[in-house]
């Protein structure tokens, strides 16, 4: 076999090349490890900045304020990348195409991704509920705390956190139980067959009168809904805004049984008093409501 040797001219010149390239290529190197760290600071403290000052301006809506913060640290970002490829010497016309061509692979295989951020635009957009709103959405239910590009954060009522997609959200039936101004709550009374319909009617209404958790518009409203051998079954309507209706709902039957023997004697002596969700095919529901 011939015997390798290596030529003394040519090590100087590979070192000569290597020497040439760190020195040109590792400061290079060097400026860009530093533009990418203080970008990342920055981006970070100037994300912060904006979500503190759209936390006190007025005029932003804090459904918007995360997301406004995280626009601007993306963009910082993404500056700060293109500034130090551009430092290595990476061309970012070049650059773009590659990273045009890479985003559609990763979007063919993040498509459960892309959907919830179009989702969460989509929910900004059209606004079907806001921070602080109480929403329930086919199993999820929850007071919202923040409205995210990908995920939206909610709390339930008994205190657990919630970290929702908003492609969950946006693709199912909502119900926000806090955008309007009123809810209504709907009780039957069963009072004894011989008892005075006026009578039983002017307690009930004074009653809601006289709560301050009962909306004054629309008014309260008392239906004879049946009148058989077992009893007469009358009906109390009143509106409440959404921050009373739950302690209304559960006070307002013990309120109207002890308004009725109190007030009527054993004439009115309530027989049943039931809470009821009026069914979507009852008139009621297309002559009175509480305007938003």
Same mark, same amino acid.
């Given at each position: 076999?011939?015997? *390798?040797?290596?030529?003394?001219?040519?090590?100087?010149?590979?070192?000569?090349?290597?020497?040439? &390239?760190?020195?040109?290529?590792?400061?290079? *190197?060097?400026?860009?490890?530093? @533009?990418?760290? @203080?970008?990342?600071?920055?981006?970070? &403290?100037?994300?912060?900045?904006?979500?503190?000052?759209?936390?006190?301006? /007025?005029? @932003?809506?804090?459904?918007?304020?995360?997301?406004?913060?995280?626009?601007?640290?993306?963009?910082?970002?993404?500056?700060?990348?293109?500034?130090?490829?551009?430092?290595?010497?990476?061309?970012?016309?070049?650059?773009?195409?590659?990273?045009?061509?890479?985003?559609?692979?990763?979007?063919?295989?993040?498509?459960?991704?892309?959907?919830?951020?179009?989702?969460?635009?989509?929910?900004?957009?059209? =606004?079907?509920?806001?921070?602080?709103?109480?929403?329930?959405?086919?199993?999820?239910?929850?007071?919202?705390?923040?409205?995210?590009?990908?995920?939206?954060?909610? +709390?339930?009522?008994?205190?657990?956190?919630?970290?929702?997609?908003?492609?969950?959200?946006?693709? /199912?039936?909502? /119900?926000? %139980?806090?955008?309007?101004?009123? =809810?209504?709550?709907?009780?039957?009374?069963?009072?004894?067959? +011989?008892?005075?319909?006026?009578?039983? =009617?002017?307690? *009930?209404?004074?009653?809601? /009168?006289?709560?301050?958790?009962?909306?004054?518009?629309?008014?309260?409203?008392?239906?004879?809904?049946?009148?058989?051998?077992?009893?007469?079954?009358?009906?109390?309507?009143? &509106?409440?805004? %959404?921050?009373?209706?739950?302690?209304?709902?559960?006070?307002?039957?013990?309120?109207?049984?002890?308004?009725?023997?109190?007030?009527?004697?054993?004439?009115? =002596?309530?027989?049943?008093?039931?809470?009821?969700?009026?069914?979507?095919?009852?008139?009621?529901?297309?002559?009175?409501?509480?305007?938003?």
């Amino acid at each position: 076999m011939e015997e *390798l040797t290596l030529n003394p001219q040519h090590l100087d010149r590979v070192a000569d090349l290597a020497w040439s &390239w760190a020195a040109t290529f590792l400061p290079r *190197l060097v400026v860009a490890g530093i @533009i990418l760290a @203080i970008g990342l600071l920055v981006a970070r &403290w100037v994300s912060r900045a904006v979500y503190d000052i759209s936390r006190r301006t /007025k005029h @932003i809506d804090p459904t918007l304020q995360p997301i406004l913060a995280s626009l601007t640290r993306y963009a910082i970002l993404i500056l700060v990348l293109i500034a130090a490829l551009s430092q290595v010497g990476i061309q970012t016309a070049s650059l773009l195409a590659v990273v045009g061509a890479a985003g559609l692979a990763i979007g063919l295989a993040l498509q459960g991704t892309l959907s919830n951020m179009a989702a969460g635009l989509m929910l900004l957009w059209l =606004r079907p509920f806001r921070v602080g709103d109480f929403i329930e959405v086919e199993g999820l239910a929850g007071t919202v705390h923040e409205i995210g590009l990908f995920a939206s954060r909610l +709390q339930t009522f008994d205190g657990i956190y919630l970290f929702a997609p908003n492609s969950a959200i946006w693709n /199912k039936a909502l /119900k926000n %139980h806090t955008r309007d101004a009123g =809810r209504l709550v709907s009780i039957d009374v069963t009072v004894p067959s +011989q008892a005075e319909i006026d009578t039983a =009617r002017d307690i *009930l209404i004074r009653m809601a /009168k006289g709560n301050e958790r009962v909306l004054r518009t629309p008014q309260p409203r008392v239906y004879v809904e049946s009148l058989t051998e077992a009893g007469l079954l009358l009906n109390l309507r009143v &509106w409440a805004s %959404h921050e009373h209706v739950g302690e209304l709902q559960r006070m307002i039957v013990e309120q109207a049984k002890r308004e009725l023997e109190t007030s009527g004697g054993e004439s009115l =002596r309530p027989q049943q008093v039931v809470r009821v969700i009026p069914p979507d095919s009852d008139p009621f529901r297309l002559l009175t409501s509480a305007q938003p």
